[in-house]
């Protein structure tokens, strides 16, 4: 059967969301949608308790992650540094499995919330991530409890 595509425009901040959200689909998720204005607006803001769970319900790559980008509290990181860093062969796409698990269980265990900013620069054509300061503090107090 012959794909259609059409054009949707997407503010540049929201691509790497629109792809994970797509590829999604294409494995056969079932990606749920709000279904009232209230939910539609419902927001999850990040609170130490909330990150240090987080960090404890981790599994090792996803702690090792989180410990290399609160060690760069405030820098914007490219998925290609994150790779080297944490030895990930296959480099931005073998990321995109890290950061695709994470993103899995944050919808369902911490209403969407992530830990780190995300954006897309369009230059390098890859998405890079910042861990607030005060974000990272409760990170590493996870990891030493």
Known sequence: MPVTYVQVPVPEEHVPKVIALLADLDRGFHI???TSPEEAGAEIFLDSNLVIRMYLDSEERHRR???YLAGRAGDWVY???IA?????TTGSKGMAGVFGAFGRRAKHRYGGAKPWELAWD?????AKYRV??????WIKEGSAA
């Open 32 to 34: 749920a949608s709000p």
């Open 65 to 67: 992650l989180l410990d």
């Open 79 to 81: 998925t290609s540094e």
């Open 84 to 88: 080297e860093a944490l030895g990930v």
């Open 132 to 137: 607030d300061p005060e974000v990272a503090a």
């Open 122 to 126: 369009p230059t390098r054509g890859e």
